[in-house]
């Protein structure tokens, strides 16, 4: 269970004893323990006079009643006045019900598209708790296609128009090969443009992968960067927007890989991330280079 607002963990915190509502010690934003979901069975509520505990048993792994007497100590609670804490050693993640991300749901696929590129800006060290269970490499794929193309529009727009730009300058303008050239150029990459994308998340994950992390397989730290990819959305600025991109996304990458690992194997994971991810890149680089020389010829 983690604050909303920093993720700061909020199991095990007590009721505050001159009765204001419950607050994150960390960010100070008020939370009640209503507004989480748990897996029935998985979470104690403890009694706050003599730590009995009691386990949830509705959909949302609330108690039922939610105000009671205690059984033990025989004094008046209720659930907002438990102490929470994972049944036994269950992991963080494993007790709460799962709130899917938005492109997971059913809708208009632009409403979904924007909703998961917000919790990628804001809220990317959540993302590994809004996965399902089973990794969903195709759903994460059509993700950061339909991302990288909206991404990239500014770009591909902006490449059009200097393209015109720089044939009228050096042929007087009209429609000729050298500015048939340029245009295809331009296109290809826009269209190309999640292929890259893709190759750099592909390269990273496996390099994650590397580190033989419990819970940070290829396929789930696959779609953790992919879904962190709603920094991308600065590409949008004209000129230097996809440097700022880019370098966004490897720290919004390194954020959400770090989340999802145990925290003391965290460093091992991003440090294999961000040099994956650097990798890719010159790889791309290098081959756009030979490209473009190609087309010299």
Not at 77 to 82: A, F, K, N, Q
Not at 129 to 158: D, K, M, Y
Request: charge should be neutral.
């Amino acid at each position: 269970m983690r604050c909303k607002a920093c993720q700061h963990i909020l199991w095990n915190q007590p009721v505050p004893s001159d009765g204001s509502a419950r607050a994150c010690p960390e960010c100070g934003t008020a939370y009640t323990l209503a507004a989480f979901g748990f897996k029935p069975g998985t979470v104690k509520f403890c009694c706050r006079h003599c730590a009995t505990a009691y386990y949830g048993t509705s959909p949302e792994g609330h108690l039922e009643p939610s105000a009671f007497n205690c059984a033990v100590c025989a004094n008046p609670i209720t659930m907002e006045e438990c102490v929470v804490t994972p049944h036994d050693a269950m992991a963080d993640v494993a007790a709460m019900l799962r709130e899917p991300l938005p492109w997971f749901e059913q809708g208009p696929v632009l409403s979904r598209w924007w909703r998961t590129v917000c919790v990628g800006l804001k809220k990317a060290s959540s993302i590994h708790t809004r996965l399902t269970e089973q990794p969903n490499i195709g759903r994460a794929v059509a993700f950061l296609s339909l991302h990288a193309w909206i991404s990239g529009v500014v770009s591909a727009v902006l490449g059009v128009v200097m393209s015109f730009g720089a044939v009228n300058m050096l042929f007087g303008g009209g429609l000729n090969a050298g500015l048939n050239n340029m245009l295809a150029v331009q296109v290809a990459s826009y269209i190309a443009y999640p292929l890259y994308m893709l190759f750099a998340a592909v390269v990273a994950a496996w390099a994650v992968s590397l580190a033989s992390v419990e819970g940070l397989s290829f396929k789930r730290a696959f779609e953790i960067i992919i879904y962190s990819s709603g920094v991308l959305l600065y590409t949008l600025i004209p000129f230097c927007g996809g440097l700022i991109g880019l370098i966004l996304w490897a720290i919004a990458a390194s954020q959400a890989i770090a989340a999802a690992a145990p925290k003391d194997r965290a460093t091992s994971p991003v440090i294999l991330l961000l040099v994956g991810g650097f990798a890719a890149l010159v790889l791309e680089g290098l081959i756009g280079f030979g490209i473009s020389m190609l087309t010299q010829f």
